[in-house]
């Protein structure tokens, strides 16, 4: 426990220096500070992945058992998904916004009690594990690391909370551009930002790639809790809310495509869908009891 907590530490660090390294190459607009930022980015990441890594072998099981531990791996997908778009789209000055947003993220795992961050044995429903692949380790004595349906389950929702994570921050950054450009002014802090219309479809691309990694979460959740408590859907909160997510961002995709929203309708949607998200992780974890309490 005590090398993956001193890999968080390292991690919590170098997420502060990259946010405010970006934020210095948006504010200042100095390229070798975007240069930096950028490579900070990709040591934070390997950071990050060596707490996931540390965890799972001090653990024993794949680290996305409580709070703690998925709140690293939802970090660590939003970092991949942010270094793909800034490769893809050469826009460093987005990472102003996702970096602080990872910060904080880190900074709320961090405040987590130790009850959270100490290596327990998994609840008994948390143990169910893909027999094939059960057979196929079991030789070499891997079994225990056997990827279950819970562990597919966690990992595909927090890639779609990822990308929905980057699209809220995107949608920020849409409402504010397309404010200025709407009124005919300048900002030389806000012109650094892309035009809106870019914004905005990067903000629709974010969600159209997490939204069928969400939906494949609750599938997969379903399969998984038939297993646990012998009922595929039991009307839980988190089950409730993460159908309410789901929701929200199947209307944001229909009324773009058979509607045509764009602009601040979309970027609206978007942020009360992350909203969302972040009820449905934390609020219901610690206002609404249910089934997933010990998450």
Do not use: C
């Amino acid at each position: 426990m005590i090398l993956s907590l001193v890999f968080f530490t390292f991690s919590f660090v170098f997420y502060l220096i990259t946010g405010l390294l970006y934020l210095g190459h948006w504010l200042f607009g100095k390229k070798w500070l975007g240069q930096i930022a950028t490579s900070m980015a990709y040591v934070t990441l390997l950071s990050t992945t060596m707490v996931l890594i540390t965890r799972a072998s001090e653990s024993g099981h794949a680290p996305f058992s409580n709070l703690y531990e998925s709140m690293v791996l939802f970090v660590w997908a939003t970092n991949i998904g942010y270094l793909a778009m800034e490769y893809r789209h050469k826009l460093k000055v987005l990472g102003a916004i996702v970096m602080i947003i990872e910060f904080f993220a880190m900074l709320s795992a961090s405040l987590l009690p130790y009850r959270y961050k100490s290596v327990e044995p998994l609840n008994p429903a948390l143990q169910n594990k893909w027999h094939w692949m059960m057979n196929v380790l079991s030789p070499f004595g891997l079994q225990k690391y056997a990827i279950g349906w819970l562990d597919f389950h966690v990992f595909t929702t927090f890639i779609g909370y990822s990308a929905f994570a980057i699209s809220f921050g995107v949608s920020i950054i849409y409402l504010v551009k397309n404010r200025y450009e709407t009124n005919g002014r300048h900002n030389s802090l806000v012109d650094a930002f892309p035009d809106a219309r870019v914004l905005d479809e990067l903000g629709y691309r974010a969600i159209a790639w997490g939204f069928p990694f969400l939906a494949v979460g609750i599938v997969s959740g379903a399969v998984w809790a038939n297993y646990a408590w012998g009922t595929y859907w039991s009307w839980d909160p988190k089950e409730t809310w993460s159908l309410i997510t789901w929701l929200v961002y199947a209307a944001y995709l229909h009324a773009r495509v058979t509607r045509g929203w764009r602009g601040k309708r979309a970027a609206y949607l978007s942020i009360a869908g992350f909203l969302a998200v972040i009820f449905l992780y934390w609020g219901v974890s610690f206002v609404l009891p249910g089934l997933h309490a010990y998450a």
